[in-house]
């Protein structure tokens, strides 16, 4: 890709970027959050057409007027949020636009599935339902859908956002098994583990521009963040010891169905004072969403009791949790964060648009809703093309998550439920939102930090509850453990149990 230049509404994307992948490499394509990165990679994929510039594949000019030009020339791309039907199976998903004519033979695609998924350990079943099965298996489906297609220049916009560690380390090896087959993957991510883990090469991108291209062996973390954000950028939380106050969560044997009809939490305690944070610490799926549904009122509470600031609230609604002071960063932005139809003025105040100062006698005040709206958007960076008119779901999934954050601290709530609150953001974002939270804590906030991360959870928690397969484990300083500790029990081994 030479000289590629895309304009946007109020925008350049992407303002002469340079990209060359050879065959058997694995790219990486580094950038802060609206740097550019899935636009220059839609284009390739012909989703957007550049404005200025070439594309050359294998020494020949491409003209990519669509995605079925660019699987003609054998390029694939895994979108960051999965193009699936939900109630077709992993072999209908797949040829689904390749069925090659009026009548097609689904036998004989399903054994093609499954012959190409043994040959790169992808380990599915084409007969299986998309619903049915987990978010890693249905990156498998999507990673099928270049191969089935005999795509052998494969985009993967970032993959791991919303993957378990031990589906990172799954798909990092079939990563590698396709560059040894001869395949070109090019890596868009914010992690940087990632890139020094997989990587050849790194092509850098800020604000739109290319700022070079790397060798990953030769280059440290600590380089390629300073390149991507245009300064030093610290990975440790530099924070005093807490001072906790008061409760202010009180959960006391709290059992929650889940979606399955069984107990997804039995008989769970935690106490959360103010002025401290407490890491959830447990592998995906262990009840982690249950108690915080539980906590918000997004589900209901089978048995125990929930208590904010002394007051039972295990029956109130949403709204009344909210108006109480109760901020939740949810762990799905898209389903659960926004209305992606609307304005991301308007999602800045949705859960406070009926109260002053944003409206009077039912009346909106746009011009207090804007001020609020552009507030938050420049604290927290969230960059979109039409600024705070701009719809939420056209905002890349950084700057969603960006919005959202911003939005549920500065609504100052005293407890904060924040899940996986970093999940997609660059090395820079992190930084600042992880020093947001410490700040909230320090200025007397509770807060419920659930994460899959755990050096996420050790650098910022003052307490780490354990959670294995919907029981609290138990609770420990994080300066009195370690990670090795805390896994055992993610395992569901307590300590002092022989091992």
Known sequence: MLGIRKEFPGIVANDDITLQVEEGEIHA???ENGAGKSTLMSIL???YHADRGIIRVRGREAHIRNPNDAYDLGIGMVHQHFQ??????VAENIIMGKEGGFVYDIRKASRKIKEISERYGLSIEPDMVIEDITVG??????ILKML??????LIFDEPTAVLTPQEIDELMGIMRNLAAEGKSIILITHKLDEIKAVASKCTIIRRGR????V???STSAEEMAAAMVGRPVSFRVDKKPSVPGSPVLEIEDLSVMSSRKVLGVKHFSLTIRSGEIIGLAGVDGNGQTELVEAITGLRRAESGTIRFRGKDITELSIAERNDMGLGHIPEDRQKRGLILSGSLASNMVIKAFTKEPFSSHGLLDYPEIRKYAEGIAEKFDVRSGEGIDSLAGKLSGGNQQKAIIGREITADPDLLIAVQPTRGLDVGAIEFIHRQLVDERDRGKAILLVSFELDEIFNLSDRIAVISGGELMDIVDTSDT????VGLMMAGIRRGDAV
């Open 29 to 31: 394509i580094l950038g």
């Open 45 to 47: 994929f012909g989703l």
């Open 84 to 89: 699936l039907v939900h109630n077709f199976t």
């Open 137 to 142: 298996m249905q990156q498998r489906v999507e």
């Open 148 to 153: 089935y297609r005999d795509a052998d220049i």
């Open 210 to 213: 290319l700022i070079g291209t």
């Open 215 to 217: 060798d990953v062996a």
């Open 482 to 485: 370690d990670e090795h500790a």
